[in-house]
């Protein structure tokens, strides 16, 4: 339920008893978070976000710290860095791995220095988001196994359901643990359930109805919420491609449980000859655009990029033309792996030294509205509302 009005702010913390209900005060009653416990921090990012895009928006990529096309864990080094002399604004991470209690996560990276590096950005003022590709409950199999009925089986009636919920306790734990030494716990934008518009994964919507998915989605957010009393979350609602106003929200679970729409698309064609990423890109954020005006919520490009990036101007021509004159929260391009042995082949998202698109990506880094780490330093995103 939205609350906008300031007495029955009051009176839901005098009800209550919830000194931190009254935190939303800072947002506007346009601009209101799902979660009416959110800490007085996460209140201050989200309603920061909103405001910056009216500046530029936040460039992130996945894993930027961990590893880059030829090196891995070597302290203060990234691919971004490396090029530009700065750090993303934001930090993509993903938890897959912690169902089974894993020391690394899906792509190698140990939990232990990802919580380091999480907690690291906090103090510096940047921002982190997280996924989960999740292994499939019902057979034990990775994220991309679509057996039919996965998803029906970890609904609350569902045969692997207690299993789900105890792999949501294991996420809560590494969640909860995101505390500096003074015990704040740092604000992240989680991901659930990514690019369920899609075919590939065992959540996306091939393999559940409408019905499903929401139920599944409000359990996991009330659970991490209420039942593990984690307040620094705010939620990203995100898709793949989709064609139409109610094609994106065919499977959105409600207001209550969603603070920020996105979704994920990468360039595949060559942009030389083929321009339907960027008109296909236009579509979409005209469509998300209008459903987030008419929610009072961000948008943001919450995965996109081109795999090893070989046309030299994708950076000021193509991705710019495709996000336009759109205000987005952030846009986080995927990860630097290098070579892949079993495909054969290099994978990686953002320039490195050397790289074709190099001095493209300085330009684009020297754009008054894309914002990186040194562009957050002295805005304090957590404790003052700019």
Not at 96 to 102: A, I, N, S, V
Not at 356 to 378: C, M, R, V, W
């Amino acid at each position: 339920m939205t609350i906008k009005s300031p007495y029955k702010i009051l009176l839901c913390c005098i009800v209550l008893g919830l000194t931190s209900c009254a935190s939303q005060n800072n947002l506007t009653a346009e601009n209101r978070l799902s979660d009416p416990l959110a800490t007085q921090e996460t209140v201050n990012l989200y309603n920061n976000l909103i405001k910056l895009k009216e500046k530029g928006y936040l460039f992130g990529h996945q894993d930027d710290l961990a590893y880059g096309v030829t090196w891995k864990y070597e302290k203060g080094r990234s691919d971004v860095h490396d090029v530009t002399g700065d750090y993303p604004g934001i930090y993509g991470w993903d938890i897959g791995g912690l169902e089974y209690h894993k020391a690394k996560n899906i792509d190698g990276v140990p939990f232990d220095m990802m919580k380091n590096w999480i907690i690291d950005s906090y103090q510096k003022g940047t921002v982190t988001t997280l996924s989960w590709h999740m292994d499939n409950p019902y057979t034990m199999k990775n994220s991309w196994d679509i057996t039919p009925g996965s998803l029906a089986s970890i609904l609350p009636n569902g045969s692997k359901h207690d299993l789900y919920v105890s792999w949501l306790d294991s996420a809560a734990q590494f969640l909860g643990g995101l505390k500096t030494s003074d015990g704040t716990a740092v604000p992240v934008l989680y991901r659930p359930f990514h690019e369920l518009t899609g075919d590939w994964f065992w959540w996306c919507k091939n393999n559940a109805t409408p019905e499903q998915f929401k139920e599944i989605w409000r359990f996991t957010v009330d659970h991490l919420r209420k039942d593990k009393n984690l307040h620094n979350l705010i939620i990203v609602y995100n898709t793949a491609d989709f064609n139409s106003k109610e094609e994106f929200l065919e499977y959105y679970p409600g207001d209550g449980y969603v603070d920020l729409l996105s979704f994920d698309k990468y360039q595949y064609g060559d942009p030389a000859k083929d321009n339907s990423f960027v008109t296909s890109m236009q579509k979409q954020l005209q469509i998300m655009n209008e459903v987030a005006s008419e929610k009072k919520m961000p948008i943001a490009l919450a995965e996109t990029g081109y795999e090893q990036i070989p046309y030299p101007k994708w950076w000021t021509d193509t991705l710019n033309k495709a996000v336009g004159d759109y205000k987005i929260s952030f846009l986080l391009v995927w990860r630097n792996h290098g070579w892949q042995e079993k495909e054969k082949k290099m994978h990686y998202y953002a320039p490195y030294k050397g790289q074709a698109s190099e001095k493209d990506f300085i330009d684009y880094y020297n754009q008054p509205n894309t914002l990186f780490g040194k562009d957050l330093t002295h805005k304090n995103l957590y404790k003052n509302v700019r």
